[in-house]
């Protein structure tokens, strides 16, 4: 049997490459790097992570919590990873990036049934089962190929990234350690928190809003922001107390110093095990580099700040999927191609490892001639792909994983939990991991046989 082409060794197409490896079927993965690189990539390892290192929220019975939940009892090689290369980050899963990419590296590098081909892929091969995950930041030339085979005009829009500071040019006599109303998965106070009096944080959306943008990398550019990642300079722009609102927002944390709460709050996120680094988190910018220097050095406790990287934006690339897929993530008009990851229609490091997963496992199963099925809709594996292929087409925005992509309760489950929204939530987490447990079975899951053995049921 030939290969399952896989192309772009990230997030989904490690992911993908894995699962097909679980199922016994070989696959070739196509990356570019290093002999070509992207805006954002930084080295030539394997799923690495472009931007925060975070996996979102552990906090149980949440949204994220579930998509991980589900993606951990399939096997997932990307969650296995970063639960090896945690680093404390609150309640949420936040991995040195190295350690993770290292990781995924080395068992995608060391696995017989997986080829590692370092090429640019220019055109889609013909007749072979095959995975496009070539991410937001995909090479010109096969997003052409890519828009000419969808009839797609266009396929991107702005997205952006944090800047990261030097944890040694911190002043930690100004900047208190705590988490958000104390939670922690361990207890520890994991963030950095930089407080601002009144006056200081008019002062800061001041020069905010005085700053140069780098200029568009494509004149007169139109592509949208996207929603939930816009740069700090325009959520300002939005309003002098937006940013209060939104990112650098105070509550549930107490200034030791004070004994109060402060006005606003930048929390910085740390980067790596050995906590050398931290990010700025929720800082996504368009600034120029000198201009952050400048407006992030009024930052309390920044002030004498050294910068390892600097904020910027990023083309992303995806297809408009609800016009294009099926929710088995197959191009209606091509079922042997299928997509996953950013590309794919999804938003987020942990969407794009579970469309890895799911395209992975549903191209083994298309491969060997078994049924190719959907996953369960009351779950969040089975609700991203209900929503990449069923949303609305006209103005497509690819979504993070929310509980209003999963299904709805019935009317006496609502009535029943009507003042308890935990519970409420508590309860579609249970409907999912049901649902995903009968479909696959638990025991089957862990082994290497169940992409297939789900999918002959
Ligand atoms: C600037 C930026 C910042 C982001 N920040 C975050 C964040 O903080 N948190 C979050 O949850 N999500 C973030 N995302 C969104 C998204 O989750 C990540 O981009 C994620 O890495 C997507 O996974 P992927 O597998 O789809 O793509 P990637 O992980 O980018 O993998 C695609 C791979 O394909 C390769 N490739 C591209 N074209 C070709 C080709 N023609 N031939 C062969 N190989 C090719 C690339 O080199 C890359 O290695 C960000 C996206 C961008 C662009």
């Known amino acids: 049997m030939d290969p399952i082409h896989v192309i772009g060794g990230g997030l989904a197409g490690c992911e993908a490459a894995w699962q097909i490896a679980r199922a016994g079927l070989r696959s070739t993965v196509y990356e570019m790097r290093p002999l070509r690189s992207t805006q954002a990539h ?81 055109s889609i091969p013909h007749g072979a089962v095959t995975i496009i995950a070539s991410g937001p930041l995909t090479s010109d030339r096969l997003a052409a190929e890519i828009a000419r085979i969808t009839g797609s005009e266009r396929l991107f829009f702005y997205d952006s990234i944090s800047p990261i500071v030097d944890a040694d040019t911190i002043d930690m006599s100004i900047v208190f350690r705590a988490s958000r109303y104390g939670k922690s998965l361990d207890a520890s106070a994991d963030y950095l928190n930089c407080p601002f009096d009144k006056k200081q944080y008019e002062r800061f959306v001041d020069a905010l809003l005085e700053a140069q943008n780098v200029p568009a990398h494509i004149p007169d550019d139109r592509t949208p922001f996207f929603e939930a990642c816009l740069p700090i300079e325009e959520i300002a722009r939005r309003g002098r107390e937006t940013l209060r609102f939104g990112p650098m927002k105070p509550v549930g ?36 580099f000198g201009e952050q220097t400048r407006v992030f050095r009024l930052i309390p406790g ?84 209900a929503y990449v292929s069923g949303a609305d087409s006209t103005n497509y925005q690819p979504a993070n994983i929310t509980f209003d992509l999963l299904p709805a309760l019935d009317e006496r489950t609502l009535e029943r939990f009507r003042h308890d929204k935990r519970a409420r939530h508590a309860e579609v987490c249970r409907r999912a991991l049901e649902a995903l447990d009968d479909s696959v079975g638990q025991v089957v899951s862990q082994t290497g046989a169940g992409a297939l053995a789900w999918h002959r049921r």
């Open 253 to 288: 944390l107490t200034d030791p110093r004070t004994g109060r709460r402060p006005y606003a709050v930048v929390q910085l996120r740390q980067e790596d095990a050995r906590a050398g680094s931290y990010n700025l988190v929720g800082f996504q910018n368009h600034l120029r």
């Open 302 to 385: 920044l002030e004498n700040a050294e910068f390892f990287r600097y904020g910027q934006m990023h083309r992303n690339t995806y297809i408009n999927a609800p016009a294009l897929l099926a929710p088995t993530l197959q191009l209606r008009a091509r079922p042997g191609l299928f997509f996953a990851g950013q590309i794919s229609g999804v938003e987020g490091y942990v969407e794009s490892i579970a469309t890895g997963l799911m395209a992975g496992r549903l191209a083994a199963a298309l491969a060997v001639g078994a049924e190719v099925r959907p996953f369960p809709r009351p779950t969040a594996l089975g609700s991203l792909c």
């Open 42 to 122: 930084q080295t030539d390892r394997l799923a690495e992570l472009v931007c925060s290192n975070s996996l979102k929220s552990e906090q149980e019975n949440s949204a994220p919590w579930l998509l991980k939940a589900e993606l951990r009892r399939l096997g997932s090689l990307l969650l296995d990873a970063a639960q090896r290369a945690r680093v404390p980050g609150g309640h949420a899963l936040t991995v040195d990036r190295a350690v993770f990419a290292e990781e995924v590296s080395r068992a995608i590098e060391s696995n017989p049934l997986i080829e590692l081909r370092r090429q640019e892929v220019e």
